[in-house]
Every structure is written in C-alpha cells, then in structure tokens.
C-alpha cells in the first residue's frame, strides 16, 4: 500500500429530488449572484434547468448570465465568456463532464491571467469562484474532483488542470435527472467511470483491500448499466451508476495505488485533439482492450485476478474479450476508425507525445503507434 | 439508494513513515501549542511518542500538557483536565479509539458548560479546538468520523456524541506503529470494523454498489487479520486493515443505506456501562451472533447474501457459524458471560434501554432480554 493523502472537500449531497435543494446550498455559503455554465438545451435538460433555477430564486441566488457549453469547446470558447464571470460570486455547472470542467476553468478565470495557462500550465489551482455541480450525466466524476480536462486549439492539446480551488464547493447528484436518457449516454458515463477505476487498479500489487473495492466496482458498473439498459427509468441501477462514478474519482478507489497509470487516458485525450466532439469515452473504451493487450503479459497474475473478478472468466484473454463484447451489446464503436480518425490523426497524435507514457507499463513511442494502429483497427 | 449527505472534512495522511509529517499538518494551520492526548506507556506507546513529540518540536509546536487516558474513562475523569484544554490551541491524539474520542471531548470542552452535556444531549457539537489524531490502533474509525463515544457514570449512560466540530482536522494513519502488536488488539480492531460495516450493510435493499463495497470490505478485514494472526508485522495487511477501517466509519460504507441499524451498537454501549474496561469490540463481537440469529429470518435473502459473499457458505445459518469460528480461531470471548457480566449487569442495562431498538429489524424489550440471555450463555 503506497503512502497518500486523501482530502475531498467536496459536500456531496446525493439522491432522488436533491435537485430541489441546490439553492440552499448556495444560501449558507452566503453566494447571492452566480453564473449559470450548462450543456445544450434539450427538453430533458429544460425540465432540469427551470427546477435549477427555480431553486436558486427561492434562496434569494441571482443567476446573473449564463454560458451553454457547446460539445468539443476549447478554452478559446471559454476565453469569451470569462468577463461573465468576474461579475458574479460563484459558478452553478448544470450538465456532463464536460460542462462541468467549463465551469471549473470559467471559475478559476477571474485569478488567471491567461486561460491557456490551465492547459499549458505544471502549477497547481489555487484560487478560483466557488463552483456548485448539478451532475446530468454520471461517469466523469468531475462533479467530485479537483480536476478539469481541457482543450486548447492554439496549444493542440487536451490535459487534465488541476489544484485544490477545483474541487466543488457541493455536488447535488440527483439520479432522476438521468432518468430515460439515450443508453448511448449511460453506456459512456459507465465506461469513463470503468476506464477511472481500471487505470488506477492495474497499479496495485497486492494492495487486497483497495483491489476488491475496484473489483467491487467495476462489476456494479457493468451491472448498473446492463439494467439501464433494460430498464432506462430504474432508480436504483441509475443511482448505483451515479454513486461508483464518485467512488472512482473521490480518491476511494486508488488509495494506495500510487496515482494510477492513466496511458490510455493520455491517448484518449491526444486524439480528442484531432476530434474535439468524439466523447472522450468512447476513445478510452476502443483503447483500453489495445492497450491490454500490449500489457497484460508483463503481470500475468493482475490481469488473470482481473478476468476473474470482473468478468468471472479463467482464462486472461478472457477479460479483452468480455471488454469488446460489452461494447458490442451496448453498441458503442469498436475502432478508432469507426470513431472517425484518420491514419493521419495518429500521426499527429504521436507526434504530440513524450518519449515514453505509463508508469508501471511504461510505452515507448514505437509501442504507442503498434497499439493506436491496432485500436483503429479493431478486434480482426 | 435512500438520500444522503456525505462530508469528510478530515485530511488523511497515510502511509509508510507518515508519523514523522504530523507536525508539519498543525504547522500548515498555524497551530503552536497542543494538549497531547494519549493511551498509557508501554515500550512501543513510548516510540510512537517520541516520534510525535520530536516531529511536533521540529516544526515549532510546543506540547502544553498531556492527559493519560485510562481504559474505561468516564466524561467524569475528562472534567479534572479540562483545564489543560482551555490553556491550548489544539489537541494531539495518540492512541485507540478511546484515546482519540476523549481527545475530541476534550477539543470540545472549552465550549461547553459542563461536559456530561456530550453524553446526555441531543445537540450536535459544532465548536471545538482543531483537533490531529495519531492512531495506534485501527478499528474504531474514530480518526475520520465526526463522532466520540463517552460514558457517564453519573448518567449511567454510554452513547456517541457528534457534530461537524468533532471530526478530527487531520488524521495521519501509519500503519507501521502497529506492527507487532498483540493479535488480541488486532482482531479487536477488525471485529470493530468488521460490525461497523454490519450495522450499515443490514439496512440495505438491493442497493448493489454499496452492498458489494460493503462485502470487499468485510472480506478484506478478515483476510487481513488473518494475515496478521501469522504475521503480526506484515505490512500490507496492516495497511489493509486500517484502510478499511477508515471506509467502514468516514461515509463511504454506509452511503444510500440510511443511517445503519445499530442495535448491537447500543447493547454495547449500555453493557459497557457495567464493564468500563472491557473492550467495546469483544462486546459487539459476542453480541453480533445473537443478534443474527433473531433477526436474519426477516429477511433471509440479505443474511443469506452476506453468508455467501462474506463467509463463502450457501446456507445462512452458516454465516452465524462462521463467525462464532472466527471468534474462537481469534481467541476472543464467545459470551458475555466469559467476558465477565453478571445477569445482574443485564438486568441494569435492559432498564436503561428504550422501548424498542432498532430501524429495519426493532427489538422490543423483551426481545432485547432474550437476545442478552443468548448472548451471556454464548453457543450451546
């Protein structure tokens, strides 16, 4: 078990109507005037909002301006919007991941002098607005962590800021408003959450407790997700896939784990350069069975325990298999040329990579561009 | 899923070595003068105490005074130091369970009146001098909870106070200075663990990610101090033990499952009002067993889920079987009987208890008498 330090400050208030009680959150912090950052309107996203904001309005919070976050933005996009949020007390984020981490950037605005600095920049956050998250969709776990991925066209990359000011004041993670979405949507969040979980449990070495938790939760995932997709209005299955999400990103599940290993994320986020609108889990989900399959002979007994406890296959070819497989039945794309990239958005992509990625696994570049070749392709 | 608020203020540092950072956490906050609160010397206190006391001197914070808490101390004998507190900025824990909660009646007493308020009132504790816990022992989850267990001999009561001003401001967790330590201690540990995680597992239905959190944990406490019985200075159990420990008490356990049961909680309490010294865990642990056995046909799928995926048996009877195994395997005491109660103590404590005990399983009192009896004359 590795030494860490664990300190999520975030107030979680979670369940079925907390939506109802954002406002009052925002009242004992004493935050009168906010700017409203959310995701394209959409008559399910409606519903959500007029109760948002009819909450805010009961506990006296102005909602100055607002900023709709469009899907694939750039801090480019966000650089336009920041004068809205020098002139309010805090940032309400209605919506997925990635509004979310727009909020988080509009947040730190005011006490950044260049917003490329978060993509660009090694230091930490340390101040920023308070920000309130109204999760949509579940999987990012943004809504409880002090990070926010971001784009910059001008820089050609996509990475992770991040800094204690970044953590939520309080996320109100109400599962009815997912309630009925696309399966499509509630197939990413449950992938994004399992890449979190995967990417940090393949760095532990016998670390029992802390491998049973992300075991737990990967089955719960994939169960939670099964069920939506039965049934998309179940609550419990939707307050499961919402409540492992935040296990994966709160700082439970790698405790001890040594940070993680995080490769597949940082060609996932490469690509998304090249495809700003492709979701980032859907570029993870195709990554993740090439990248095991370059890996999973170096620990043969980490990824055989793998198998078996998530998948409850013997054989560790088992696990690749049952990966694709779950991305078949939830008819998500298998191949990063089904995504939409080019064979010449990898090279790009490869050219905007350091020598050597992964921390356990480490990568070189030549290996890197066998396993994206192999991820564009497909299982053959 | 039912509703919850999840909010762990507390920073853990944990880890390998960690001990030696603990006067660097109260320099961050500007704390220069502690009140050092600690269990009774033995040659091993003695090391994590000059450890402490060297890392509080390295980083400018001078050690006021100190209190020697006794097994079994009443509020009664915290209000002859409380002097000591009222003279500090901060409180240093060193110890168990015991030591950290009357470290936390103690931060609380320069606001309080008078300190029998903690065990008789109602209200919950919102002012009290920051607050860094040490512990020596893991199980009571004390270092990351909000709570502190106090007995009154006045009040011939034992309960749990609690309040945003009881959690500690930072936690460092070394698993290391428990290396070695008897396996009595350790399997106490894991028992207290082990029934924290229980009181909040029975109140599920159908919750699956917190069930199967829940079961990680429960299996891993076992392994662990199992482990631990061969090799009392392996590290990575230790590290296990304490890790689950901390999830079993700082909110990650017992989220969605509404509060927890915790009748075995409040026996405990009440007997120990009788026994002051006899260990909380060694009660909950004989009293778990009888317990079961009155509630488990209610609901028989639950109890025969947590025999499956906890003791790996099919039948439920055998989960009761189980653990009584474990208990002898582990030493402890099978009844309350060999732990040295009278009939009399039951009859004392069953006229302190309430009507009914219990949320999803109540007990009349009635009830409660039988399962006392049951639990003095240990298995037949």
């Not at 006296?60 to 020098?86: S, Y």
């Not at 979701?279 to 095991?292: C, E, G, I, S, T």
């Not at 198998?307 to 497989?325: L, P």
Request: net charge negative; with cysteine; proline share 4%.
């Amino acid at each position: 078990m590795q030494r860490f330090f664990l300190h999520t400050p975030v107030r979680l208030v979670f369940g079925k109507g907390m939506v109802k009680r954002v406002g009052r959150q925002l009242e004992v912090d004493g935050v009168t005037s906010v700017l409203l950052v959310r995701g394209r309107a959409s008559a399910r996203q409606n519903t959500s909002l007029s109760t948002v904001e009819a909450s805010l309005a009961k506990h006296g919070v102005d909602v100055a301006d607002q900023v709709v976050v469009q899907p694939g933005f750039a801090v480019e996009d966000l650089m336009l919007e920041q004068g809205k949020a020098e002139r309010v007390q805090g940032i309400v984020a209605l919506g997925g991941g990635s509004v979310m981490d727009a909020a988080k950037a509009l947040a730190a605005s005011p006490y950044i002098s260049d917003l490329q600095e978060l993509v660009a920049g090694q230091q930490d956050v340390l101040e920023a607005l308070p920000m309130y998250a109204v999760p949509t969709l579940s999987g990012s776990g943004s809504e409880v962590n002090g990070h926010a991925v971001l784009l910059s066209r001008k820089l050609g990359r996509k990475t992770s800021a991040k800094g204690p000011a970044l953590y939520p004041r309080c996320s109100v993670v109400d599962p009815t408003l997912q309630a009925g979405i696309d399966f499509a949507l509630t197939a990413r969040g449950a992938l994004d959450a399992m890449s979190h979980v995967l990417e940090q449990y393949v760095m532990a070495q016998s670390q029992e407790t802390a491998m049973a938790l992300c075991e737990a939760l990967m089955v719960s995932l994939v169960q939670a997700a099964e069920a939506l997709r039965q049934d998309p209005d179940a609550y419990l299955p939707r307050a499961d896939l919402a409540w492992a999400s935040i296990l994966a990103q709160n700082g439970t599940a790698g405790a001890g784990l040594g940070g993680g290993e995080w490769t597949v994320h940082v060609l996932a986020h490469q690509l998304n350069v090249s495809t700003p609108t492709t979701a980032h889990a859907d570029l993870v989900a195709v990554l993740f069975p090439a990248w095991l399959e370059r890996v999973q002979d170096v620990e043969p007994e980490l990824f055989q325990r793998w198998t078996k406890k998530v998948w409850a296959m013997e054989d560790k070819a088992s696990g690749i298999a049952s990966w694709r497989e779950t991305l078949k039945r939830w008819e998500r794309p298998q191949s990063l040329n089904e995504v939409g990239l080019t064979r010449q958005d990898l090279e790009e992509t490869l050219a905007h990579l350091p020598e050597s990625v992964g921390r356990r696994f480490p990568l070189s570049r030549n290996e890197l561009s066998v396993l994206l070749e192999q991820a564009w392709q497909g299982p053959l």
